[in-house]
């Protein structure tokens, strides 16, 4: 058998890689897009990973038996998801905040975030879903703290089912309907901080740290010709029956 991965994380490429070298198959390529490639430097030189475009690059992947996408930047086209069988490792659970960072949503709707492999459809982040696991989120976490366990949950999830997943030896289940999808544009929408918004201290604390991502700079707001980035930090310290 043939597979094809694409990634465009760097933590999923590492801890899936030995994973699927494991197991009994003829050819395992891996992909990065373009913008990744200075991410994916010595993979590339040394470990025979390789950039590609999936939508004008797909005529090759119809060669291959299997396809997983796993933190990807493409939208496979209709034409890849009908002619193999492809598979999405999602950082989120379905069919709850599909798209865009579901941990930074999950924060704020209150919606269950967690790790979803399903089959792909022409959709994104939708098809008969395969298997996932629900990841608690407890209110002294940030959006990167979310992430991490949700990252560490993908990788047990797909060993655990890296060789049903790669034989085909599985039941699917529908998502208990279509859910909610967030896009590119509603991320960057969400981290335009409007001064003047009324919220409770919950509500802001809540915003701020869904929308803290170390390293990373999100939420800002308008000063003159200026953007005034925020983030938060928070300390969890565990209080004894004498405190």
């Not at 950082?91 to 979803?116: A, D, E, H, M």
Request: glycine content about 4%.
């Amino acid at each position: 058998m043939k597979i094809f991965v694409f990634t465009d994380n760097r933590f999923v490429y590492q801890n899936l890689r030995p994973i699927l070298l494991a197991q009994d198959v003829t050819v395992v390529d891996f992909y990065c897009s373009p913008s990744s490639a200075e991410i994916f430097r010595e993979e590339i030189a040394h470990e025979g990973m390789r950039c590609a475009q999936v939508n004008s690059d797909f005529p090759l992947l119809l060669e291959y038996q299997l396809g997983f996408s796993c933190h990807s930047k493409h939208i496979f086209p209709a034409e890849l998801v009908n002619g193999v069988r492809c598979i999405n490792i999602h950082p989120g659970l379905n069919p709850y905040n599909r798209g865009w960072y579901p941990q930074v949503f999950s924060i704020l709707n209150k919606l269950p975030v967690g790790v979803t492999i399903h089959e792909m459809d022409e959709e994104i982040d939708h098809g008969p879903i395969i298997c996932q696991v629900e990841v608690e989120i407890d209110e002294w976490e940030t959006s990167a703290d979310v992430y991490m366990r949700v990252l560490e949950q993908e990788v047990k999830l797909f060993r655990q089912w890296a060789p049903r997943l790669i034989s085909g030896n599985y039941q699917t289940m529908q998502p208990d309907g279509e859910g909610n999808f967030n896009s590119k544009h509603d991320f960057s929408a969400l981290c335009a901080i409007d001064l003047d918004k009324r919220v409770t201290f919950r509500e802001a604390i809540d915003y701020l740290r869904a929308v803290s991502h170390p390293p990373f700079f999100n939420a800002y707001y308008r000063s003159g010709e200026s953007k005034v980035y925020v983030r938060l930090e928070l300390r969890r310290e565990i209080i004894g029956d004498d405190a």
